[in-house]
């Protein structure tokens, strides 16, 4: 195994081949993530910049409009067992995307399976209001029949997540490392 990209007291962020990756599954097929080795993909080093990832302090927005930034905000999320959240915000942004009716009906209950239905062990939080709207809606879907749902999640990683993330270790270490490869060159 490749020695980690840099550590801090808890963590260390290494690179890992995708067949390593894919043998850090759990039964369901789920990449797994601990708060002491956490994943980015390879090829991140080489495309972001300090000054992308410093961007992310500006705003949430920032974050989400970054690839990159998402892969970090995903990754942060699993440690705290909420990355559903991330998933199903972009699932719904997905949808929106989709012309035929038929796959919007397709991808509308699988996001509804995987993210809204109580049986899910996916469930995202969302208020009792928008899901029966959603299930009332769920037989005749539109692309944003998500909308509300999707607006809450939102705000939840917003207002909770989102703050927690900037102030991480992770977040912060990413910083420094990047920091120190432009010193470097």
């Known amino acids: 195994m490749p020695p980690p990209l840099f550590t801090t007291n808890s963590m260390s962020i290494c690179f890992r081949s995708r067949t390593e990756r894919r043998r850090r599954r759990d039964g369901f097929g789920h990449k797994t993530s601990s708060v002491s080795q956490l994943e980015i993909p390879p090829p991140l080093e080489e495309r972001l910049t300090l000054e992308e990832a410093s961007s992310w302090k500006r705003s949430f927005d920032c974050v989400l409009a970054s690839p990159a930034g998402r892969s970090v905000f995903v990754e942060f999320l699993r440690t705290e067992h909420s990355d559903e959240n991330m998933a199903f915000w972009l699932a719904c942004e997905e949808l929106k995307r989709e012309q035929s009716q038929e796959q919007v009906c397709e991808k509308a209950k699988k996001i509804y399976l995987d993210y809204i239905s109580i049986l899910s062990p996916k469930e995202v939080s969302i208020d009792a209001t928008v899901r029966e709207s959603i299930n009332s809606s769920l037989a005749r879907p539109s692309a944003h029949i ?21 102030s991480s270790p992770l977040y912060k270490s990413l910083e420094q490392r990047l920091s120190a490869l432009t010193c470097d060159t």
């Open 146 to 166: 998500f909308n509300e749902a999707q607006a809450q999640v939102y705000a939840l990683m917003h207002r909770d997540s989102y703050p927690r993330f900037l």
